[in-house]
């Protein structure tokens, strides 16, 4: 079978020479990445493997609409609803589906977030796939008992015998520039602490498109946050046919030796620029990681870098305190203890509401981020 291998990212040193080039495509006997003779497991999961197809330029949004557009047209029982969605929605990422698909599969819902969590809850128990939209991530919380006490804990309280996990409820998430208190808010954390969810965030276009479908075709309940600003900034090559990302596993977008970075999301092209710049003013050589998936998170892979590199930076839109930068300290300086050679940084927001016109100085900038690892390095 044929099938055309997208690099993930621009590091392709440890794949063989064919693979330099941005698409190659190979003949598979099956889609097994193991079956792949001239590449480890670890290369494996540095590139996407999708059946060939034409592909198109898309932003975040348009592969987001490309994903739901695959799944209404694979599963007849797939069914898209929350407020504003008919029309395509505040960010457009639903436009077209409602004339393509029909109003009983592509529809609006009443302003109650409680209400369209707990409708989309009775639609995946009764075996159909629910596609629920929040329309900012900031409003999901009128949502949180059924989220946390209803969708995550049903096939627990059951015994097996009945669950939710065809529910995935997507979400606009972070700062946006102008949004202020009420739409600029990163609640993840909020989520990660509930066992029984998955939490996903995407970075990119392809990145989007492949973790939004995985999200769809998983088993448990999974909440996607979409980070806003990214809608309409990023733009890739993306297939148009469907195709899966494996969640639960970070990203190593660049290989360094001196400091681990770790972001999500919006963040990441953050990290990116930072390790750029501490290479050409510092020297300092910074593997940059993608966690993707916040619950559950990919231990090994940052584990892994920190014990390399003997440092670690974590950083997040959402207030420190609490925050899931929290968690992955914790973990890794039990795991890698005798191997920090500094403090694991955390470059966050601050303790207070998201303000309006001092975003600039709340954001966990580059700025803020070049400072925390000339302190590591000197420590």
């Known amino acids: 079978r044929s099938y055309r291998v997208v690099l993930i990212d621009k590091y392709s040193s440890r794949l063989p020479p064919c693979c330099h080039q941005s698409v190659c495509v190979y003949k598979l ?3 097994y990445l193991q079956t792949f003779d001239n590449l480890s497991e670890n290369d494996c999961r540095k590139v996407a493997f999708f059946q060939a197809s034409p592909t198109q330029k898309m932003n975040l949004f ?13 599963d007849p029982t797939a069914v898209i609803f929350g407020e504003d969605v008919a029309f395509g929605g505040v960010f457009r990422c639903t436009v077209g589906l409602r004339d393509k698909y029909g109003k009983d599969r592509v529809f609006n819902t009443p302003l109650c977030e409680q209400g369209i969590v707990g409708f989309g809850i009775g639609v995946a128990v009764a075996g159909a796939t629910a596609i629920a ?11 949180f008992d059924q989220i946390v006490n209803e969708a ?20 606009p998430w972070g700062c946006v520039g102008h949004g202020s208190l009420y739409h600029s808010q990163s609640p993840e954390a909020f989520f990660a602490h509930c066992p029984g969810l998955k939490v996903v965030i995407p970075r990119s276009p392809i990145q989007a498109k492949g973790l939004l479908l995985s999200c769809i075709a998983d088993k448990n309940p999974c909440i996607f946050f979409e980070p806003k600003i990214l809608y309409r900034a990023a733009v890739e090559q993306v297939p148009e046919d469907p195709y899966t990302i494996p969640l639960s596993q970070a990203e190593v977008l660049q290989e360094g030796s001196d400091v681990t970075l770790v972001a999500w999301g919006t963040q990441i092209h953050v990290l990116k620029e930072v390790a750029s710049m ?21 231990i090994e892979t ?35 203890f005798l191997n920090l050679e500094a403090p694991i940084s955390r470059v966050c927001g601050y303790d207070t509401p998201f303000p ?23 420590y």
């Open 29 to 31: 006997n099956s889609s």
């Open 356 to 378: 309006h016109i001092f975003e600039p100085f709340y954001i966990p900038d580059k700025w803020k981020c070049f400072e925390a690892i000339k302190k590591m390095i000197n």
């Open 62 to 74: 348009q592969s987001i609409t490309s994903a739901l557009d695959n799944t209404l047209a694979s």
């Open 152 to 171: 995550a804990k049903y096939r627990y309280r059951s015994g097996n015998m009945f669950d939710c996990g065809n529910l995935t409820i997507r979400a």
């Open 133 to 143: 939209e929040i329309q900012f991530a900031d409003y999901i919380f009128p949502a």
């Open 302 to 336: 940052v584990c892994k870098s920190v014990v390399k590199t003997g440092r670690l930076l974590i950083s997040h839109e959402a207030p420190v305190t609490g925050g899931f930068a929290s968690e992955i300290s914790s973990t890794v300086q039990e795991e890698c």
């Open 278 to 298: 501490a290479q050409e003013k510092l020297g300092v050589s910074c593997e940059v990681i993608d966690l993707q998936t916040i619950l559950p998170w990919d």
